[in-house]
């Protein structure tokens, strides 16, 4: 569908669709430009205030994921006027201002819309360096993966719609996904990786197989070396799982070459469809330990090595125990 848009030959954009990053950035002059986003969710938990600490997150990410600091930020609401108590919303907004805030920005406007069913999130503007753009198209054969979230997410929080997780697990999910993706965006800049991209819808294979069609290249994943939320375990082997995963997981076929032993369980929490997930960063193999040092300064929630970055234009994704 995309491709029958039309297309914008502007010299001044510097990303735009054609590789399916994270933002949009415009060149300002030789040393600025603007980086763009848009992104917005369906509440994933029940209490409001943490709706919007986790919707203002996962709109954030998208600006970090491309090395950039945001600037502000504009609220886009959909609530159900008359329908539920406009004290809801003044809560989600409040989450929202206050992650903004944590990540240096203000919030100076917006827009709503009378919708049936809730909707929060931002537009993002953000500031970088024309020189310093982190893509998603730019991994080099032999870069490490490094991945700063556990996966599971999306079938926790399903899980959360049918009352079949503990309070405890609700918190630990929340505070994962109302982490903002700051400290590890800074640590990437600080070392000079080659590439990244968030880990969000699309889980952590498909937003692994833009980066490794985008740049050209293969990847192969170690399974045993992804964090992975314990809980999610049991909940898929009882059946639970967001539609969202379920398409992750049908679309990659061809794009993933499992290993025998990698069974249907692992394979869908891979493909699982994360809100507010982790940044996946494509590093030179010299500068991993570097990386990984400054994650843990930056008390990043996962500092895993998961895999590297292996030679295969078609670029196909092999995972191995």
């Not at 108590?85 to 206050?98: H, K, N, V, Y």
């Not at 800049?189 to 294979?205: K, N």
């Not at 010299?286 to 929630?301: G, I, S, W």
Request: glycine residues 10%; contains cysteine.
């Amino acid at each position: 569908m995309l491709g029958r848009l039309p297309q914008f030959n502007d010299p001044r954009i510097l990303v735009g669709a054609e590789t399916s990053d994270d933002a949009a950035v415009y060149q300002l002059d030789s040393g600025q430009a603007i980086v763009q986003t848009v992104d917005y969710i369906t509440p994933v938990v029940d209490d409001p205030y943490s709706c919007g600490l986790i919707a203002a997150a996962n709109s954030l990410s998208d600006i970090y994921a491309m090395g950039a600091t945001p600037l502000f930020a504009l609220n886009i609401v959909g609530f159900p006027v008359g329908s539920l108590p406009l004290s809801i919303l003044g809560e989600i907004l409040r989450g929202g201002a206050d992650k903004v805030r944590e990540a240096g920005a203000p919030i100076i406007g917006g827009h709503s819309i009378d919708d049936p069913e809730p909707k929060y999130g931002l537009v993002v503007t953000g500031l970088i360096d024309p020189a310093k753009i982190f893509k998603n198209s730019t991994a080099l054969i032999g870069d490490d993966l490094v991945l700063t979230k556990p996966l599971g997410l999306g079938i926790i929080t399903t899980a959360i719609k049918r009352s079949k997780v503990t309070e405890s697990t609700i918190d630990m999910a929340v505070a994962l996904m109302a982490t903002l993706n700051k400290g590890a965006s800074e640590a990437m800049v600080a070392v000079g990786a080659h590439a990244c991209t968030d880990v969000t819808g699309f889980g952590l294979l498909g937003h692994l197989h833009e980066m490794t069609a985008g740049s050209k290249v293969g990847a192969r994943v170690s399974l045993s070396k992804v964090p992975i939320i314990p809980e999610t375990w049991d909940l898929v082997r009882n059946g639970i799982c967001p539609g969202g995963t379920k398409r992750n997981f049908e679309s990659l076929q061809g794009a993933v070459v499992w290993d025998p032993e990698i069974h249907t369980e692992a394979q869908l929490i891979l493909c699982d469809a994360q809100t507010s997930g982790g940044l996946l960063i494509a590093v030179p193999k010299d500068r991993t330990t570097a990386l990984m040092q400054r994650l843990r300064e930056h008390k990043t929630p996962a500092v895993a090595l998961i895999g590297e970055i292996i030679e295969d234009p078609n670029g196909r994704i092999r995972v191995e125990p």
